[in-house]
C-alpha cells in the first residue's frame, strides 16, 4: 500500500525534476473546486494553513497567480482556467497508475450524472452491472436536469453526464447515445381518453401538467409544439415525473414524458396515451463529456456499458 492512497509522487510516472507535486495539484483543484482555501483543506484533511503554504510555494515556484483573492475568496483567473483541465488529466493518469500498481484497476470513484428521467429509469441498472464487473469501484450518481449536469461537467465536478436535453457548448464533447420518444397522456376517465387524436383546438382546450423549463423534457415537447406552444395552458411545472405521472392520474390534466417512464403505468392502464398527429417528440439522448477530461478506463468502461444497454437484442 502506498502511503497516500489516491496521490503518489511524480517520480512513478517518470518525473523526477519537476518543480511541483501531485499533492500541490490536488490542492490548486480543491481550491478551484471550493473558492476558498479552508474549504479546500478541510476536504484534503489538512490545516489551511498548510493548504495556502503549498498553494503559494506552487505560484512561487514559477511566478505566476492562479487565482484572483478577494477576501477569503478564491477566484480562479485565466491562467488557473487553462491549467485545470491539464491537472485534472494528469491526476487521473496517477490514480489509474497507483490502482495497477496495488494490483486493483479501475477502483477509482467515478462521478456521474444523469437527467431525470435518464437517472431513475435507466442509469440505476447500468450502475449495477457497472459494480457487478468492479465490486471494489465507487460510483456516485446525480440526478439532476440537464442545464445542471451540464455546469457540473464542465466544472470537473462529474467524469460524465448523461443528458435528455440538445446543447452545445465548446468545451464539451456531446455523443448521441440512444433515441427517445415522448407521449402525451391522461387518465382513464379523463375527457381526451377516448380520442383516437388530438386536435389542435383540444391541445389548446386542455390543462397540461409539464417538465420545468431547463429539462430537456421540456426543450422537446416546446420544440415539438412550435407554433402552438403560447397558446396551450400549463397549469403546472414540475420538476419530478413521478409527481406529474400522480398528477394527471388525478385528473389535474394531460402530460407528456418519455415512453421509458410510462410504459409500466400503461401496461396497469392507470395512464393511456394519447395521439397527438403530425407533431415530432423524437429525441436522443446524449452523452456529455469536458473535452479535456482524461478518459479512464472506469469512464470507458461505462460508456461501453451504457451502448450495450441500448442495442437492439440479439446485436453484436
Known amino acids: 500500500m502506498l502511503p497516500n492512497k489516491w496521490f503518489i509522487h511524480l517520480w512513478l510516472i517518470g518525473f523526477t525534476d519537476m518543480r511541483y507535486s501531485l499533492r500541490q495539484l490536488e490542492i ?13 483543506a478541510d476536504s484534503l484533511s489538512m490545516s489551511q494553513s498548510a493548504a495556502s503554504s503549498a498553494l503559494r510555494e506552487l505560484e512561487n515556484q514559477f511566478d505566476i497567480r492562479l487565482f484572483d483573492r478577494v477576501g477569503k475568496r478564491l477566484q480562479i483567473n485565466e491562467l488557473g482556467r487553462l491549467i485545470r483541465p491539464r491537472a485534472e488529466a494528469l491526476l487521473a493518469r496517477a490514480r489509474e497508475l497507483e490502482q495497477d500498481l496495488e494490483g486493483h484497476a479501475d477502483a477509482g470513484p467515478l462521478k456521474v450524472g444523469a437527467t431525470l428521467t435518464i437517472g431513475n429509469y435507466l ?3 447500468i450502475m449495477a452491472r457497472f459494480m457487478a464487473l468492479a465490486p471494489e469501484a465507487r460510483v456516485s450518481l446525480e440526478v439532476a436536469n440537464t442545464v445542471d449536469i451540464t455546469a457540473r461537467v464542465l466544472n470537473f465536478e462529474l467524469d460524465v453526464g448523461l443528458v435528455e436535453g440538445e446543447l452545445n457548448h465548446p468545451d464539451l464533447e456531446v455523443t448521441r447515445w440512444r433515441t427517445d420518444q415522448l407521449v402525451a397522456f391522461c387518465a382513464p376517465d379523463h375527457p381526451l381518453a ?8 383540444d391541445m389548446m382546450d386542455a390543462s397540461w401538467i409539464l417538465r420545468e423549463s431547463g429539462s430537456g423534457t421540456r426543450q422537446t415537447f416546446d420544440r415539438a409544439m412550435h ?14 415525473t413521478e409527481a406529474i405521472k400522480r398528477a394527471v392520474e388525478t385528473g389535474l390534466g394531460i402530460g407528456c414524458l418519455s415512453r421509458v417512464v410510462l410504459a409500466e403505468a400503461f401496461r396497469r392502464g392507470t395512464l393511456v396515451p394519447l395521439h397527438i398527429p403530425e407533431r415530432d417528440f423524437t ?13 479512464s478506463a472506469g469512464i470507458q468502461r461505462w460508456l461501453e456499458l451504457c451502448r ?5 437484442a440479439g446485436s453484436a
Do not use: D, M
Open 283 to 295: 429525441r436522443h439522448f446524449y452523452f456529455v463529456l469536458h473535452r479535456q477530461k482524461y478518459l
Open 227 to 240: 407554433g402552438l406552444l403560447p397558446q396551450l395552458n400549463v397549469a403546472l411545472e414540475l420538476q419530478h
Open 123 to 125: 442509469a440505476v441498472g
Open 28 to 40: 490548486f483543484l480543491a481550491a478551484a473546486h471550493y473558492q476558498n482555501i479552508t474549504r479546500a
Open 194 to 201: 377516448g380520442k383516437k387524436a388530438l386536435t389542435e383546438r
Open 308 to 312: 450495450e444497454s441500448s442495442a437492439p
